[in-house]
Nanobody
């Protein structure tokens, strides 16, 4: 069974950057479509960025132009570069397939505050 571990979160001031990482315990190459999700307090989990093998990454309008998703198929990892962070980006960030096939990890907390 594949396990996902997210890392790289932290406390950052508005306008700052963080690079989030997602590491899988086993090969996830068979999962063609994966994404980064986030859940803010009191809100539902939402998809913010997705990447499909051979396709163009997609982003939620709220993060477009600021976040960049990437994936290393050989290392079974995925990253999310977050730039120009805003307080409304504060959330716990998770990785998973677009079908949510894998059990959720614990996520990584991103807090944007001055």
């Amino acid at each position: 069974q594949v396990q996902l571990v997210e890392s790289g979160g932290g406390l950052v001031q508005p306008g700052g950057s963080l690079r989030l990482s997602c590491a899988a315990s086993r090969s996830i190459s068979r999962f063609a479509a994966m994404g980064w999700y986030r859940q803010a307090p009191g809100k539902q989990r939402e998809l913010v960025a997705s990447i499909v093998w051979g396709g163009t990454p997609n982003y939620a309008d709220s993060v477009k132009g600021r976040f960049t998703i990437s994936r290393d198929y050989a290392k079974n990892t995925m990253s999310l570069q977050t730039n120009s962070l805003k307080p409304e980006d504060t959330a716990v960030y998770f990785c998973n397939t677009l079908r949510k096939d894998i059990a959720w990890g614990q996520g990584t907390q991103v807090t944007v505050s001055s």
